[in-house]
Each structure stands twice: as C-alpha cells, then as structure tokens.
C-alpha cells in the first residue's frame, strides 16, 4: 500500500510542471520547519536530561529527610521517656530520702535497696545504648568519631561558635559519665539472690542508708541520665537543623524541575505544531497526486 | 505513468526514512514496555511500603513491651525488701531486732493494723509479680502469634497445624527453683491465693513468719525471672531492625529504580517524536530531490 502511494506521489511529482517553484517552496518551507523541529526535541531532550539528574538527586534527598523525620520522631520520644523518668525519679528519691529520716523507714530500706535497682537499670540501657551505636560502627559518645568529627565540622558552618562548644560538651560529658558506668559490675546491683532472715537482720540492724559507694554509683548514674537527656536535645536540634536544609533543598530541587518541566512542556508544544505543519505540507502534496492520479484516470 | 527511483540518493533517503519509521515503532514499542515495567514496579513499591509499616509497628510493639519488662523489674525489685523487713521489725519473735520493736512501735498508731497492713501487702506485692508475668505473656502473644513467617522458632506443628509456642516460664517451675529454701514445700498453698479471697483473708489470719518469708522468697523469684522474657525479646528487636534495615533499602533501590525507568520512558516519548520528525524531514527532502530532478 505504502508503495503504491509511493509511486502515485512520485508520478505526480514528476508530472508539476507549472507549479513546481511554489512546490519547492512549500518544501523548503517544510524542511526548514522540521529542523526546526526536531532542533526543539533535542533541546526538550537535554532538558528531560536535566530534569531527570535532578528528580534522581530528588529522591535521595527525599529518603534522607524521611529518615531523618523517623530519627527526629525516635529522639522527640527518647527525650520524652527521659524526662519522665527524671521527674518521677527525682520525686520518688526525695520523699523517700525524706522518709529514711524516720526511725522505720531507715530501717526498712537501705541505700542497696533503693538505689541499687536504678543504677542497674541504667548501665543496662546504656549498654543498650552502646550496642545499638557500635552496630552502626558508631563511637557516639567520642568526640574524635570520624562521624562526630564531620557533624562538627558541619554545624560550625551555621551555628554560633557558643552553640557548637554547647553541642561538644553534651558529647564529652555523656563520655564522662560512661567511662564511670564501665567501672560499675552490674553483678553488684542485680540482687539474683534471695537474701536469708540473718541478711535481711543484719540490714536492718546496720541501717547503712549512705552507703558511699552504691551512693556514688547512684548519682554517677542519674548524672549520666541528664547528660543524655542534654547531648539528645542537641542531637536533635541537628537533626532538625539538617531536616530543614534538606527542605529547603527539596523545595528548590522542587521548583527548577517544575520550571524546567515546563519549559519542556512549552518546547514540546511547540514540536508538535511544527510537526503537525509538516504533515499538513506533506498531505497537500499526498492528497494532490492522489486527485492527479484519478483525473488522468478519468481523461 | 510509472516510473522507477533511479536515483541513488533517493533510495538512500527512503532508506533513511524507513530506519526514522522503524527506530519511532521501537520507541513507541520501549515506552509501552516501560510502562509496563513501571506499573510492575508501583505494585512492589506498594507491598514494600506496607511490609516497613508492618515492621515499623512490630518492632515498636516489641520495644513497648520489653520497657513494660524493664518498669516492671526496676519498680519490683526496688521494693523487694521492704515489707519483710517491715515485718521483721514489728514481729516480737525476733529477738534480734526486738530493742527497735519498742522504739518504733512508739510511732505507730495501731500496731495489729500495721502488721495486717504489711501482711496484705505482702500478699499484694506477689500477686503483682504473678499479674505482671500474666500480663507479660498475654502481651507476647497478641504480639506474636499473627508472625509465624518472620519467628518461626515460636511456632510448632501438631498434627498438621501450626501452634503457637513461646517459650514460657511456669509458676510451679519458678517454685522449683526455691523449694530447697521454702519452709511449705506445697506450691498451691501459695498458688491460692492469688486468686482465692478466703484464702487470702485466712492467709492473714494463720500464716506465720516461715509462711511470709516464703511468699517473700517466691516473690523474688517470679520478680527475677521477669528477665526470662527479654532474652527472647533482645535478639528478635536486633533482629527486626535489621531486617527493617534491608527492607528500607530495597524500598530505596526500587524508589530510585522507579525514577530511572521513568525518565528512560520520558527520554524514548522524545526520540520516539524525534525520529517522526526526522521521518518528515527526509521525505520532504526526497520530494524536493524529485521535483529538482525533474527540472
């Protein structure tokens, strides 16, 4: 079919005689439109080019700010479990130091008892704590961690200088009280063994409510509890310090795609009017050897 | 009239003309193709978000319940030997402690209250510890038991179906581990009342020191074995955040294997266009060359 139309185009072709000037200009007109044309879809190409570069570097901004959302949202609770714990801690402790002042309170708990189940408690979450980081090959609470290192250097861009001694020292202080929690033996303060009626008596009897040791463990303990309350704020105000450059870089990653696709849109458009010339300029010629062909037919 | 294309040219051109054809057919084709590839890819995308969302909420359930272990423990054992010792204090058989009964006895209102008060307590604080293991293993379950693909070691088969089976810790078993040291050596003495009222009431009444120290030593023992759980929970939360891990980062491949079929398609939409246009410009060229010929 396309051959037989071939033919009848190319027998007409051959056949204008006196129009063959205003044919060749319909042509020139043609052929100037489709490299036109296709100048257009080359630029329209380069454009997608860009525009898929930049929808690439979309994405992964994308799932670097979900995961850091995720991580914000893990921290805003950590802190919030924190704080709850001070709080009721720090009531618990004074009423019943309070109470260790009556003659049978001071024998019914002793410093072991009361302090004792805390400070377990806490070396085991910070143990928690270092397991989970060191996974990750995470030293968090080193200040010389490659990884600290580079936030470091990355906060110093946008924060005072007064904000980032605050952000080193939340660090340091954490390190602090986790060298003094290594030196703890959790064995001490895990009370596996029921004790007998001649213990539980001689407790009693000794009374021993400041015991210094189990003291010292006790508030080395709750030191290191504020100061993971402290270097999680601040980890947190990175994290969202860095959440909202990320947006900010999405929003404008957001707008030059959205520009660009529309420049694109525009360039398309306009190849498809040229393209749609075109195919008029070749129909005339079509239509006009098929109307030839059928006169001489005719005649 | 027909006439035959003598020209070299020409059939260079239709040639040309037809590869334009041809190369806008294939990328019309690729598009479809990657369309389809696209749709394929969504419907992973999709399962993949629901799987992450599924363990997200698994993993905080996990999470949730070995902190409701860690309270637990923290806030039993901190009073483990409080009411024992309330106990010893006020019992006058205790000939050690007997110059403080005097002194604090002083302070107390009601002395037989006090002792009532303690014993009931005592009984309490047992229960609590049997309550909380309860509550433990209820919780486990309405968490595992829908998991038996991802925790298969909490399932068995019997008879052709399969059976949830955590491992447990039984009461009498926990009443093994002591009954060396126990003065009643009859776990349900103990075991009644923690759900028996009368029981409860006469335990008030007629139990003697060797019976309270009992419930004592027993309660430390459940409070103890409060830890049992958390060596099963630890490992499956390592276990789930790893495999959140890997989930996330398929999700994030197939994110960005969805980004790159999708401008591939976009790139074939605009060589498919302009190879059409390419098509016209050659045979446009090819009328020209004709009609120049013929001149």
């Given at each position: 079919m396309r051959s037989f139309r071939f033919t009848i185009l190319q027998s007409f072709l051959f056949s204008i005689n006196k129009n063959q000037r205003?044919?060749?200009?319909?042509?020139?007109?043609?052929?100037?439109?489709?490299?036109?044309?296709?100048?257009?879809?080359?630029?329209?190409?380069?454009?997608?080019?860009?525009?898929?570069?930049?929808?690439?570097?979309?994405?992964?901004?994308?799932?670097?700010?979900?995961?850091?959302?995720?991580?914000?949202?893990?921290?805003?609770?950590?802190?919030?479990?924190?704080?709850?714990?001070?709080?009721?801690?720090?009531?618990?402790?004074?009423?019943?130091?309070?109470l260790f002042n009556t003659k049978l309170n001071s024998r019914t708990i002793s410093g072991?008892?009361?302090?004792?189940?805390?400070?377990?408690?806490?070396?085991?979450?910070?143990?928690?704590?270092?397991?989970?980081?060191?996974?990750?090959?995470?030293?968090?609470?080193?200040?010389?961690?490659?990884?600290?290192?580079?936030?470091?250097?990355?906060?110093?861009?946008?924060?005072?200088?007064?904000?980032?001694?605050?952000?080193?020292?939340?660090?340091?202080?954490?390190?602090?009280?986790?060298?003094?929690?290594?030196?703890?033996?959790?064995?001490?303060?895990?009370?596996?063994?029921?004790?007998?009626?001649?213990?539980?008596?001689?407790?009693?009897?000794?009374?021993?409510?400041?015991?210094?040791?189990?003291?010292?463990?006790?508030?080395?303990?709750?030191?290191?509890?504020?100061?993971?309350?402290?270097?999680?704020?601040?980890?947190?105000?990175?994290?969202?310090?860095s959440f909202a450059y990320d947006k900010d870089n999405i929003n404008n990653l957001k707008q030059d795609i959205i520009s660009l696709s529309n420049l694109e849109k525009k360039i398309i458009l306009i190849t498809f009017v040229l393209q749609f010339f075109i195919f008029i300029i070749i129909q005339i010629f079509e239509i006009n050897s098929f109307v030839t062909h059928i006169k001489k037919k005719i005649l | 009239m027909r006439r035959k294309i003598s020209s070299n040219t020409s059939v260079i051109l239709i040639i040309i003309i037809a590869g334009f054809t041809l190369s806008s057919y294939f990328f019309d084709q690729m598009v479809i193709r990657k369309e389809d590839k696209l749709r394929n890819l969504n419907i992973k995308l999709s399962s993949s978000n629901l799987e992450i969302a599924d363990l997200n909420s698994l993993n905080n359930q996990v999470e949730d319940l070995k902190y409701f272990i860690y309270d637990e423990f923290f806030l039993k054992k901190r009073y483990r030997n409080y009411w024992i010792k309330n106990l010893i204090i006020l019992d006058k058989n205790f000939k050690e402690t007997q110059y403080l009964n005097s002194e604090i006895q002083e302070s107390i209102n009601s002395v037989y209250i006090a002792i009532t008060d303690i014993k009931t307590r005592i009984i309490e604080y047992y229960i609590d510890a049997v309550v909380a293991h309860n509550t433990i293993n209820l919780k486990i379950k309405s968490i595992y038991q829908f998991y038996d693909k991802l925790f298969p070691q909490y399932f068995e088969m019997v008879d052709g179906e399969l059976h949830y089976n955590f491992p447990e810790i039984g009461f009498s078993e926990m009443f093994e581990e002591i009954k060396d040291r126990l003065n009643s050596k009859d776990f349900n003495k103990y075991a009644v009342l923690s759900y028996d009222d009368q029981k409860f009431d006469d335990a008030i009444e007629n139990f003697n020191f060797n019976d309270w120290y009992d419930i004592y030593q027993y309660s430390y023992v459940l409070v103890n074995n409060f830890e049992f759980y958390l060596k099963y929970i630890e490992p499956d939360i390592d276990f789930l955040n790893n495999l959140i891990v890997s989930k996330e980062e398929y999700r994030d491949n197939l994110i960005a294997e969805i980004t790159k079929n999708n401008s591939h398609k976009n790139f074939f939409i605009l060589v498919s266009i302009i190879s059409q246009i390419s098509s016209l410009l050659f045979l446009l060229i090819l009328f020209r060359l004709l009609i120049i010929n013929k001149k």
């Open positions: 205003k044919a060749l200009i319909f042509i020139n007109a043609g052929i100037f439109l489709s490299i036109f044309a296709v100048s257009a879809a080359i630029v329209s190409f380069v454009i997608e080019k860009k525009i898929s570069q930049k929808q690439e570097e979309l994405i992964y901004l994308q799932i670097q700010s979900s995961e850091n959302a995720q991580l914000m949202s893990y921290f805003e609770n950590e802190i919030n479990k924190i704080e709850q714990s001070i709080s009721l801690e720090e009531d618990d402790r004074v009423k019943t130091e309070y072991t008892d009361y302090y004792g189940p805390f400070i377990y408690s806490m070396v085991k979450d910070y143990n928690d704590i270092q397991k989970y980081l060191e996974k990750d090959g995470y030293d968090a609470f080193n200040i010389n961690d490659p990884i600290n290192q580079a936030l470091i250097e990355m906060i110093e861009e946008s924060w005072t200088s007064e904000e980032v001694k605050e952000f080193k020292n939340s660090i340091l202080e954490v390190k602090k009280y986790t060298n003094q929690l290594d030196d703890i033996d959790t064995k001490d303060y895990h009370f596996k063994e029921v004790p007998n009626v001649k213990d539980l008596i001689t407790e009693i009897k000794s009374y021993e409510i400041t015991n210094e040791v189990v003291y010292d463990d006790y508030f080395e303990s709750l030191r290191f509890l504020f100061a993971i309350r402290i270097w999680s704020k601040q980890f947190l105000k990175l994290l969202k310090g | -």
